[in-house]
């Protein structure tokens, strides 16, 4: 069993999504950064799509009852094991009574435990979001109980073999949406050309950027969207929505990200800049 001894900025179980529900409403969440979530579980031997704890900005503090293998992915993030560091992207031996902290995380870190992650599983997903699980988050106090992992596990020091290189670019992989031809020639070279700002007001739901883009499209019918869509407000904002995104939207559709580029931009920091790059469909 794994205690929170306390909960962090905003700590969640997440696995890869609520798939099949769009039609009623319900949003797909899933981890942000599907990549990592992945890495982390294949570190501990588990399956890819098994459920992992997301931590964005400041982790938790977790007590271990039993002897585990863990693991921690993240682009960046300071871990201390009974308050000496311990690797990222690299597994992990508990032993009973031993106290994890996560600290300082760029911007979302994955934690995995060889095993099962008992929790709340609502319409075939273990994924916390407001209105579909009883809480949308963990908090201090919550105990998560672990199901035995009973296939052949080989306990050995592996590490996550990718390249970090990845989280440092600041190009976003998009391809354009119907409503990208209405814009003016100079908007499509601003939408190329520029780096965008993002903005403090980012989230599960959704990115922002600080940038004002001059919009003279017109709102369309309500439309299904989806994680990866940028869409364009009447302020003249860009707003790329995310994995807890509302499923159906009348803002005209600029854009929509490559998988890659969601999981990058969900580990890119607040203020940071980014800039688009349009590719084409084969």
Same mark, same amino acid.
């Given at each position: 069993?794994?205690?929170?001894?306390?909960?962090?900025?905003?700590? $969640?179980?997440?696995?890869?999504?609520?798939?099949?529900?769009?039609?009623?409403?319900?949003?797909? $969440?899933? @981890? +942000?950064?599907?990549?990592?979530?992945?890495?982390?579980?294949?570190?501990?031997?588990?399956?890819?799509?098994?459920?992992? %704890?997301?931590?964005?900005?400041?982790?938790?503090?977790?007590?271990?009852? &039993? @002897?585990?293998?863990?693991?921690?992915?993240?682009?960046?993030?300071?871990?201390?094991?009974?308050?000496?560091?311990?690797?990222? /992207?690299? =597994?992990?031996? %508990?032993?009973?009574?031993?106290?994890?902290?996560?600290?300082? %995380?760029? /911007?979302?870190?994955?934690?995995?435990?060889?095993? !099962?992650?008992?929790?709340?599983? &609502?319409?075939?997903? =273990?994924?916390?979001?407001?209105?579909?699980?009883?809480?949308?988050?963990?908090?201090?106090?919550?105990?998560?109980?672990?199901?035995?992992? !009973? &296939?052949?596990? !080989?306990?050995?020091?592996?590490?996550?073999?990718?390249?970090?290189?990845?989280?440092?670019?600041?190009?976003?992989?998009?391809?354009?949406?119907?409503?990208?031809? /209405?814009?003016?020639?100079?908007?499509? #070279?601003?939408?190329?050309?520029?780096?965008?700002?993002?903005?403090?007001?980012?989230?599960?739901? @959704?990115?922002?950027? #600080?940038?004002?883009?001059?919009?003279?499209?017109?709102?369309?019918?309500?439309?299904?969207? +989806?994680?990866?869509?940028?869409?364009?407000?009447?302020?003249?904002?860009?707003?790329?929505? +995310?994995?807890?995104?509302?499923?159906?939207?009348?803002?005209?559709?600029?854009? =929509?990200?490559? #998988?890659?580029?969601?999981?990058?931009?969900?580990?890119?920091?607040?203020?940071? =800049?980014?800039?688009?790059?349009?590719?084409?469909?084969?």
């Amino acid at each position: 069993m794994i205690e929170l001894l306390s909960s962090g900025f905003y700590t $969640s179980i997440q696995d890869l999504g609520r798939f099949n529900y769009t039609d009623f409403g319900v949003p797909l $969440s899933g @981890a +942000m950064d599907q990549n990592l979530a992945r890495f982390a579980n294949l570190l501990v031997g588990n399956s890819p799509e098994q459920a992992v %704890i997301e931590m964005t900005f400041i982790g938790p503090k977790l007590k271990f009852t &039993k @002897a585990q293998t863990i693991a921690i992915t993240a682009p960046k993030a300071k871990v201390f094991l009974n308050g000496k560091t311990a690797a990222i /992207n690299h =597994q992990l031996s %508990i032993q009973p009574n031993d106290i994890l902290e996560v600290k300082s %995380i760029q /911007n979302r870190a994955y934690f995995a435990v060889n095993g !099962h992650l008992i929790s709340e599983n &609502k319409l075939g997903s =273990q994924s916390q979001y407001y209105s579909i699980t009883t809480t949308e988050k963990l908090k201090k106090g919550d105990e998560i109980r672990i199901r035995s992992n !009973h &296939k052949n596990f !080989h306990k050995k020091h592996a590490s996550v073999n990718y390249d970090s290189s990845f989280y440092d670019s600041q190009t976003l992989e998009v391809y354009t949406l119907p409503e990208y031809e /209405n814009l003016s020639r100079n908007e499509k #070279e601003i939408l190329s050309t520029k780096a965008f700002t993002i903005s403090e007001q980012s989230n599960r739901m @959704a990115y922002q950027f #600080e940038d004002i883009l001059k919009n003279q499209l017109e709102g369309i019918n309500s439309v299904p969207v +989806m994680p990866g869509v940028v869409q364009l407000t009447p302020e003249g904002k860009l707003m790329v929505l +995310m994995r807890d995104a509302q499923v159906t939207g009348g803002y005209p559709r600029i854009f =929509q990200l490559s #998988e890659n580029s969601i999981n990058l931009l969900s580990q890119k920091p607040l203020k940071s =800049q980014i800039n688009f790059e349009i590719l084409k469909l084969k």
